[in-house]
């Protein structure tokens, strides 16, 4: 029971290190990953009927621990987006987003009614996405997109500049996409 109370009070001194920047990210990855796997082997040791989860456990020996608890919960640290196991299934959409707001506007479909909800789309599947990089340029140009159709009102619509811009920095961010996809 003291290897499972001391890993709990480890993860939640961690994530408090992590949110002060003591620590770097890499390291607070390394370190979490390998915490969440020990208290993976120590609850196993005490699980019982008497304590059937992390949360009674803690209850029991009155642990003040809420950081700990969320990163158990989620099982993976904090720098690791989730992407719900469904990697396949982001790709696929991402794909079809990008063909579907190309078409959309080669179609002469300008209006920030009928473009914003796919675009918010294609940024949030992309944010969802772990295996893109943070850095990844193409999310940015499409932030850039969604703020300047947030200004917008729903009835107006994206000048030839613009849909001429737009279907550029959509080309450009896809081929960064697929490139991305090829290095793995």
Not at 112 to 124: A, R
Not at 133 to 138: L, R, W
């Amino acid at each position: 029971m003291a290897d499972l109370f001391s890993v709990i009070n480890t993860i939640q001194c961690l994530e408090k290190a992590y949110i002060k920047d003591a620590v770097t990210p890499k390291e607070y990855t390394a370190a979490c990953s390998k915490l969440l796997v020990q208290y993976k082997a120590a609850f196993k040791q005490v699980q019982s009927d008497e304590i059937p989860s992390v949360e009674s456990f803690m209850r029991k020996y009155r642990m003040d621990c809420p950081a700990a608890i969320e990163r158990i919960k989620e099982d993976r640290p904090i720098t690791i987006k989730d992407d719900k196991g469904n990697t396949s299934k982001c790709i696929a959409d991402i794909v079809s987003l990008f063909i579907t707001i190309m078409d959309k506007l080669r179609l002469e479909i300008r209006a920030m009614d009928e473009i914003h909800p796919d675009l918010k789309e294609l940024m949030e599947t992309m944010s969802r996405l772990s295996i893109l990089p943070a850095d990844f340029e193409g999310k940015e140009k499409t932030r850039a997109w969604l703020e300047t159709l947030n200004a917008m009102q729903a009835h107006d619509e994206l000048t030839d500049q613009q849909v001429r811009q737009l279907l550029f920095d959509l080309e450009s961010t896809y081929n960064g996409f697929n490139r991305v996809l090829h290095s793995m």
